[in-house]
């Protein structure tokens, strides 16, 4: 597909290109398995020396097609689907990181990105600094060390809401020699293209937004192509330096622009086996098909739920990064000028007990442990997802103890508005 296409016609034309007889809409591979006519013919995909399909725990040509539309709408070079947004982040960061490695974190992220960097790597020996998104520059550049191989962000944070200035993390990353890995979950490269300003690696839940309709779990991981693994050989040898489960392959040698995603596949894929299944990516091509129609709905009712919110009496205080008295709002200007998500965290006078009874009042909006779909829903992280944390561990992962996080759906506002309305009048 020709690279001038706008994202609206990448969201439905991209990925599957059907040739002549072949069927109109993406076929689902349904094979663990591919065929072929001679052994050495076999052979010469398990060296890498050629390109094929040969186990779906690999690659399964379903998934390459929508992980080929998703590259395409980020502006990157090779992307790779995985089971969840979970498997995404563990294997951007693995692919580079091994035991007595060091990697940046945002303290501002996704309740299970934080444990899995700061807990369970951690247990595989590598070590991760949680740092602060807002600080300066120069408070950020003080967190490297000679064994940093990554620093991982995303670019609004849920549910804190942060928004990243990306630019000042890739400066901060480059200037020593690391790759900034971007979580661009909750803005979609409808939003924002965090390759346009130097992030390295962008990493999708595509269970939110990217799916919409809350079907399926899945994620993604799409590469610039701009960081040059081979001028850090001595920082980046799992690139650099041979492969011996590949008979001494050399990545960055002999795949170029598209050696992290090689790796990440032939290595991390092979080994641990989180692959999407051609199921979910059948499904996740349905909801991409329209995520340039649903991604400005979300914002526009979030923009008008979150005014509706600020303007009432019984709330204590509101945090959408499209509201003016955002602390983030200049930030959002600049990198999300479209908009920027349909989740809106919010809090009653009233607090922690009128956030819980909040819950039960609501009849459009559901309870439920998720966001980012077509559907409004609504969670009080302090009683359901972050229920292990008691006030102060909250405050510190920049979430509040009566925060209510808001999933404003594309229902119409006027409803959304009504339902939110008649439960706070019920308070
Ligand atoms: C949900 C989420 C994840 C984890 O994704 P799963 O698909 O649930 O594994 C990671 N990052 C962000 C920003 C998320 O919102």
């Given at each position: 597909?020709?690279k001038?296409?706008a994202?609206?016609?990448?969201?439905?034309q991209s990925?599957?290109?059907?040739?002549?007889?072949?069927?109109?809409?993406?076929?689902?591979?349904?094979?663990?398995?591919?065929?072929?006519?001679?052994?050495?013919?076999?052979?010469?995909?398990?060296?890498?020396?050629?390109?094929?399909?040969?186990?779906?725990?690999l690659?399964?040509?379903?998934?390459?097609?929508?992980?080929?539309?998703?590259c395409?709408?980020?502006?990157?070079?090779?992307?790779?689907?995985?089971?969840?947004?979970?498997?995404a982040?563990?294997?951007?960061?693995f692919?580079?990181?091994?035991?007595?490695?060091?990697?940046?974190?945002?303290?501002?992220?996704?309740?299970?990105?934080?444990?899995?960097?700061t807990?369970?790597?951690k247990?595989?020996?590598?070590?991760?600094?949680?740092?602060?998104?807002?600080c300066?520059?120069?408070?950020?550049?003080?967190?490297f060390?000679?064994?940093?191989?990554?620093?991982?962000?995303?670019t609004?944070a849920?549910?804190?809401?942060?928004?990243?200035?990306?630019?000042k993390?890739?400066?901060?990353?480059?200037?020593?020699?690391?790759?900034?890995?971007?979580?661009?979950?909750?803005?979609?490269?409808?939003?924002?293209?965090p390759?346009?300003?130097g992030?390295?690696?962008?990493t999708?839940?595509?269970?939110?937004?990217?799916?919409?309709?809350?079907?399926?779990?899945?994620?993604?991981?799409?590469?610039?192509?701009?960081?040059?693994?081979?001028?850090?050989?001595?920082?980046?040898?799992?690139?650099?330096?041979?492969?011996?489960?590949?008979?001494?392959?050399?990545?960055?040698?002999?795949?170029g622009k598209?050696?992290?995603?090689t790796?990440?596949?032939?290595?991390?894929?092979?080994d641990l086996?989180s692959?999407?299944?051609?199921?979910?990516?059948?499904?996740?091509?349905?909801?991409l098909?329209t995520?340039?129609?649903?991604?400005?709905?979300?914002?526009?009712?979030?923009?008008?739920?979150?005014?509706f919110?600020?303007n009432?009496?019984k709330?204590?205080?509101v945090?959408?990064?499209g509201?003016?008295?955002?602390?983030?709002?200049?930030?959002?200007?600049?990198y999300?000028?479209?908009?920027s998500?349909?989740?809106?965290?919010?809090?009653?006078?009233g607090?922690?007990?009128?956030?819980?009874?909040?819950?039960?009042?609501l009849?459009l909006?559901?309870?439920?442990?998720?966001?980012?779909?077509a559907?409004t829903?609504?969670?009080?992280?302090?009683s359901?997802?972050?229920?292990?944390?008691?006030?102060?561990?909250?405050?510190?992962?920049?979430?509040?103890?009566?925060?209510?996080?808001?999933?404003?759906?594309?229902?119409?506002?006027?409803?959304?508005?009504?339902d939110?309305?008649?439960?706070?009048?019920?308070?």
């Open positions: 597909m020709k001038t296409y994202k609206e016609t990448i969201c439905i990925g599957w290109q059907p040739k002549n007889g072949e069927p109109r809409v993406l076929p689902i591979y349904q094979s663990t398995t591919f065929k072929y006519e001679t052994s050495e013919q076999m052979g010469r995909l398990f060296d890498l020396e050629e390109s094929g399909y040969f186990y779906s725990r690659q399964n040509p379903t998934c390459d097609y929508v992980a080929q539309k998703i395409e709408l980020e502006g990157g070079v090779a992307a790779m689907l995985t089971s969840s947004g979970q498997a982040n563990y294997y951007a960061v692919n580079i990181c091994e035991a007595g490695d060091h990697a940046i974190l945002s303290s501002k992220v996704y309740g299970g990105t934080f444990n899995l960097l807990v369970t790597m247990k595989m020996g590598i070590e991760c600094t949680v740092v602060d998104p807002d300066s520059y120069e408070e950020l550049c003080e967190q060390r000679p064994n940093t191989k990554c620093v991982l962000a995303e609004i849920n549910p804190a809401l942060v928004v990243l200035d990306i630019e993390f890739a400066n901060a990353a480059h200037a020593h020699h690391v790759p900034l890995i971007v979580d661009n979950t909750f803005a979609t490269p409808i939003n924002c293209r390759f346009e300003w992030a390295d690696i962008v999708h839940s595509t269970t939110k937004y990217m799916d919409g309709h809350a079907m399926c779990l899945g994620g993604a991981i799409v590469d610039s192509g701009n960081f040059d693994w081979a001028a850090y050989p001595d920082k980046f040898p799992g690139l650099c330096t041979p492969d011996e489960s590949y008979h001494g392959i050399v990545y960055a040698e002999k795949f598209a050696a992290y995603i790796k990440a596949t032939s290595q991390l894929m092979r086996g692959m999407q299944s051609p199921q979910n990516a059948f499904l996740l091509n349905v909801g098909e995520l340039h129609l649903r991604v400005p709905r979300h914002c526009e009712n979030a923009q008008k739920v979150a005014e919110l600020e009432h009496e709330v204590a205080w945090d959408y990064p509201l003016k008295s955002s602390k983030y709002y200049d930030l959002a200007q600049k999300l000028p479209d908009g998500c349909g989740v809106i965290a919010f809090g009653l006078k607090g922690r007990k009128a956030a819980e009874s909040l819950m039960d009042k009849e909006a559901a309870i439920v442990t998720h966001v980012a779909d559907r829903c609504v969670l009080h992280p302090a359901h997802t972050h229920r292990q944390m008691n006030d102060e561990q909250l405050k510190e992962a920049g979430v509040e103890p009566d925060l209510i996080r808001l999933s404003v759906g594309i229902e119409n506002v006027d409803d959304i508005i009504a939110l309305a008649q439960a706070i009048d019920k308070l």
